[in-house]
């Protein structure tokens, strides 16, 4: 296809509101070296772009200053070092900026193909989310066979994923959700016990769920007061991982419970990470995850989609917590 030199982005005008993101128009990039230019399909929508958006996450150095963390759609350029993809090529793509836009740069070894029978908008709900549950939840989390596993958010777009990868690889699965509806789709996709969270303390449920021993992992995405609880409920030699904090990331920590159980606080993030770390993840997800994608047996839930540009009732309804699952952008 003839490349335009311009093309259609959501930027965002200020700081603040979903109301701050507006279509406007830029000069589509070219890729460089090992990058490749995707004409995107569909984005995911992920909570660090609202966090961008209002000023609390700025992107790393060098990257787009435009929302978009994952990206799915076609190949319509390469760099002058790819070789192993080519012009036409159906990929998904982890990127560091630029998803809310018409065509995206990405770095080649952060692409991979479309699993079986995938389209688009089921391919732009991958990349962030096995990125972050597969280095949290296995490489970093060291969840084995025959553990217990507790994900707070376990209706998100991140909690879904991490329930099924989790059950599939062998670990019992609690979850936290708000509501009921949100409970049973972490029931369905095969948590053993799902926790209301808006009428029910995980806290006792668990250790009646575990007769006292309490779980080997939890991942936490909601910080603040959650990390005390977190600690009651880990069994000894337990580990904790935090990937975000909804609620405060900042806690007073009693660390005698964490020194007599010899737990593990750890925590992480993704976009700043380097290219080879990264690709380090790739390589473990096309080796582990992916062919469950192509069995089906793991399967990214998808809340809702958007246009480009509604972009901001897409931010809107992330922001009101109903959903489960992912939120897409089409274009």
Same mark, same amino acid.
């Given at each position: 296809?003839?490349?335009?030199?311009?093309?259609?982005?959501?930027?965002?005008?200020?700081?603040?509101?979903?109301?701050?993101?507006?279509?406007?128009?830029?000069?589509?990039?070219?890729?460089?070296?090992?990058?490749?230019?995707?004409?995107?399909? +569909?984005? #995911?929508?992920?909570?660090?772009?609202?966090?961008?958006?209002?000023?609390?996450?700025?992107?790393?150095?060098?990257?787009?200053?435009?929302?978009?963390?994952?990206?799915?759609?076609?190949?319509?350029?390469?760099?002058?070092?790819?070789?192993?993809?080519?012009?036409?090529?159906?990929?998904?793509?982890?990127?560091?900026?630029?998803?809310?836009?018409?065509?995206?740069?990405?770095? %080649?070894?952060?692409?991979?193909?479309?699993?079986?029978?995938?389209?688009?908008?089921?391919?732009?709900?991958?990349?962030?989310?096995?990125?972050?549950?597969?280095?949290?939840?296995?490489?970093? #989390?060291?969840?084995?066979? #025959?553990?217990?596993?507790?994900?707070?958010?376990?209706?998100?777009?991140?909690?879904?994923?991490?329930?099924?990868?989790?059950?599939?690889?062998?670990?019992?699965?609690?979850?936290?959700?708000? #509501?009921?509806?949100?409970?049973?789709?972490?029931?369905?996709?095969?948590?053993?016990?799902?926790?209301?969270?808006? !009428?029910?303390?995980?806290?006792?449920?668990?250790?009646?769920?575990?007769?006292?021993?309490?779980?080997?992992?939890?991942?936490?995405?909601?910080?603040? %007061?959650?990390?005390?609880? !977190?600690?009651?409920?880990?069994?000894?030699?337990?580990?904790?991982?935090?990937? +975000?904090?909804?609620?405060?990331?900042?806690?007073?920590?009693?660390?005698?419970?964490?020194?007599?159980?010899?737990?593990?606080?750890?925590?992480?993030?993704?976009?700043?990470?380097?290219? %080879?770390?990264?690709?380090?993840?790739?390589?473990?997800?096309?080796?582990?995850?992916?062919?469950?994608?192509?069995?089906?047996?793991?399967?990214?839930?998808?809340?809702?989609?958007?246009?480009?540009?509604?972009? +901001?009732?897409?931010?809107?309804?992330?922001?009101?917590?109903?959903?489960?699952?992912?939120?897409?952008?089409?274009?």
């Amino acid at each position: 296809m003839k490349l335009p030199i311009q093309m259609k982005c959501v930027e965002v005008v200020k700081d603040g509101s979903s109301e701050a993101l507006k279509i406007t128009e830029r000069i589509t990039p070219k890729p460089k070296n090992n990058e490749v230019l995707i004409h995107v399909v +569909a984005a #995911g929508v992920n909570r660090a772009d609202i966090f961008q958006r209002i000023g609390k996450y700025s992107p790393p150095l060098g990257s787009s200053n435009l929302l978009g963390l994952e990206v799915a759609g076609t190949i319509v350029d390469v760099g002058p070092s790819v070789s192993k993809l080519r012009i036409g090529k159906s990929v998904c793509a982890l990127v560091t900026g630029g998803g809310y836009a018409q065509f995206c740069t990405a770095v %080649d070894k952060l692409c991979m193909p479309f699993p079986k029978n995938y389209k688009a908008v089921q391919a732009a709900a991958l990349p962030e989310t096995l990125f972050t549950v597969w280095y949290n939840v296995f490489k970093c #989390g060291h969840l084995k066979n #025959g553990e217990s596993f507790l994900v707070h958010g376990g209706s998100s777009g991140i909690g879904t994923i991490a329930i099924q990868l989790a059950k599939v690889f062998g670990a019992t699965v609690y979850a936290t959700a708000g #509501g009921v509806d949100k409970c049973q789709v972490c029931l369905d996709l095969g948590a053993t016990l799902a926790i209301n969270y808006k !009428n029910e303390n995980f806290v006792d449920i668990i250790d009646i769920a575990t007769k006292g021993r309490g779980v080997d992992l939890i991942l936490d995405m909601i910080g603040g %007061d959650y990390l005390n609880r !977190n600690i009651k409920s880990l069994a000894v030699d337990g580990r904790h991982v935090s990937i +975000a904090f909804l609620k405060s990331n900042k806690a007073e920590v009693n660390f005698l419970p964490v020194m007599l159980k010899h737990l593990t606080l750890t925590g992480s993030t993704l976009r700043s990470r380097t290219v %080879d770390e990264k690709f380090s993840i790739v390589r473990a997800l096309r080796t582990k995850v992916w062919p469950l994608l192509d069995e089906g047996r793991i399967t990214p839930i998808i809340s809702a989609t958007f246009p480009l540009s509604q972009a +901001a009732d897409a931010h809107k309804l992330m922001e009101s917590n109903t959903h489960i699952g992912k939120i897409i952008l089409t274009l």
